[in-house]
Each structure stands twice: as C-alpha cells, then as structure tokens.
C-alpha cells in the first residue's frame, strides 16, 4: 500500500494535530436494494452525502441489501485493520467482507479495479498513497462522510473524490540484537549494514517507498520541490552494498530477512509483537509526515455499502482504533477538542522531530514524475 502544501516546517504539535492534526443536498427518504433508482429508490451509484440516502439508518439498509463488500490492499497488521474489519463485521453481519490481495501496493490496486471492471469482483473501495491517488481521480467517486467538517482541508480533496485518513512518520525499524540505532542516514551507509536495509515496496508504486526518498530528501539538506537529493541517497546505500531488495511484510521481519526497514513509524513499532528486540527510531532534524486515503471505486460493485464503509472509517470508533494501533487519525484535532478522543492512546504516541514536512500535491506529483524517470537506473 501507499502517501500531499508547499514544504511546512513547523512545530510538530501544528503539524499532526493541525494537519490531523495536520453541499450536502440530496433526496431523503427511504433507500431500498436498488442501487440504480430504476424503481424510485435512491442510485447508491451517486450519492455524494449521506443526505442523498436520508438517515444512517437507510444507508445501512442499502448496503445490506447488497450484501457485499470488496476491499483491497488492507493487511490486518497494518495501522490496526485487523481489529477495524473485524468490527465492521460484527456490526454488519449481514454483509460479507471480500478481503482480496491485502499485499499489493497503491498503484496495483487501480489496475485490479482495471481489470475487473464491470465484474462483481472489482474493489469497491480504495486505500491509496497521495501520489497514486493524484494520479487516477477519474477512477474515484465523489463522497463527502457525515463527519467531513472536522477533516482538515489540507487532508482532502475538496469534492470528496479522496480524503487522508490515517498517517505518520516516516522511521527506521532495526533489530536492536543486530544493529545499533541509525543516529542519521549516512550510519546506514557503513558497513555494519551491508545488505540489510529495505524499503517497504518501490517508491513509483507504493506510499511507504515513495516517502522513504523523501525522507532521505530533507534529511540530506533537500525540499520536497525536487526529490533528487533523496534518489541519491538511495542509489549510494545500493552502491555500498547495503540496500536489500526484498518487499518488506511481518513475514520478513519476523524471519530475519528484512533487519532494517524504512517505513511508517505505526507500521515498524506493530513488529515489536514478533521481534521483542525490534526498535523504531524517527531520526532527528526535519521529520517527513503523510497520511494515506480513502476513495470509493467510481465502478464499485457495491457503491452503497462502499459509503457505509466511508462513514465507518471516519466514525469515533474507527478513528480511535487508528489511534490503537499507532497511527494518527485525521480527525485527531476535532475529536480532542470534542473529548472523544482516547486521551490514553493519544498520550502513548511516540515523540517526534521539532520540525516536519508534508508534501503539497503538485510537490507530490512532480516527485512522481521525477521517481518514474530516475529510480531504477540509480539502484540498478
């Protein structure tokens, strides 16, 4: 899976708390299982609020009488989606939840929506990086959650075509049995760490990668206008010997294989379970935070419990259970000032850089460019 403002350097209780700390007209009445309105009933195909169903409750009722619903890309042991489709279960037994290739990145998942179209089986949602997710707005559908006033304007996109939900900081996870903690990038460079640093995926397709250079991008003294910097990092740590190229999952972690590891700081604290001696460390300087997105298949199968599974992830509950399972929510800051927040949870977040970036859109975008046209020659 995969993550965006003109480079911000701020004090990171602005940062996540501010940036997630970083017109709902429409047809009430009653929905019915039809999803086309070929019968007077509401086009779940086209609803952008929840107004357009009229009540939770008809919502509900749509999508089960859909029955279904196909997710994508979603491990159970990332960000706490375990405990989070687990609970959409018990809540809607009446839906069964299709869990299809939890391990492909981003940009894998709008070729599967490509593929099957029209087929009951296309993904009816998507979890998407920034840049993957700038890439292919035609393939989404507007929808804006009951709960969209309290996202920050700069974790979504303005019509609801994807909307940030859960982030965090770009880390280092070691085996502290093997290595001792990076200080800065350029430990990763010796050679104590000769063929042990991974990337959780490729930065052209997945979010973790993509943020890893840009990570190595302003801790080498670059901005997030030009990735170059961080691209050369990556091309010296594979010329030293050092990058090891093997997708990074808990399997890895857990077996050894992978022993260092650039990804989000909730994704690498989550192997401390497996590995008791595996220890995550957000370096010092400039931190690089980002969050990843929610969009509705502009094709899904099943458009109405596609909603319903909106509405849920930006729900109290779900946005708490992001908390548990270490990463930020995107409505930490209204849920804070509105004391439904889960205080104990909050506090046990780990300490961060003074400074943090985010990228902008168009920073991403370019960056997208930049890493599609140079990546692969420089770690050949």
Known sequence: MSSFRHPRRTAVGIALTTIAALALAGCAGSADASSDGSDGGVDASTATALSDFGTMEDLETAAKAEGQLNVIALPRDWANYGEILDLFAERYPEITINEQSPDISSAEEIQAADTNEGLDTAP???????????????????????????????????????????????????????????????DLLGADFRGAVALNGDPTQAGAAFAAVGLATVQSDGTLDDFQPGIDFFSKLNDAGNMLKLDV????????????????????????????SWETVVLPGTGYAGYYNQAINVNAPNPAAARLWQEFLYS?????????????????????????????????????????????????????????????????
């Open 316 to 380: 109290d509950d779900v946005q708490n259970l992001w908390l548990k399972g270490g990463a930020r929510p995107a409505r930490m800051e209204a849920m804070t000032a509105a004391g439904t927040i889960d205080e104990e949870l909050a506090a046990a977040l780990p300490a961060v850089p003074d400074e943090t970036v985010v990228p902008t859109e168009d920073q991403s975008a370019a960056a997208g460019t930049l890493l599609g046209e140079k990546w692969a020659a420089a770690v050949q």
């Open 124 to 186: 009816d949602v998507f979890d998407l990086g920034l840049t993957v997710a700038l890439q292919n707005t035609d393939s989404f559908a507007p929808y804006k959650v009951e709960t969209w006033d309290d996202i920050p304007d700069a974790l979504k996109e303005s019509t609801g075509l994807f909307v940030g939900d859960y982030g965090g900081y770009m880390s280092i996870g070691f085996d502290s049995t093997r290595f001792d903690a990076p200080e800065s990038l350029d």
């Open 249 to 276: 999952t808990s399997a890895t972690v857990a077996s050894g294989e992978t022993p260092v590891v650039f990804d989000w700081d909730y994704l690498n604290a989550a192997h401390k379970t497996d590995v008791p």
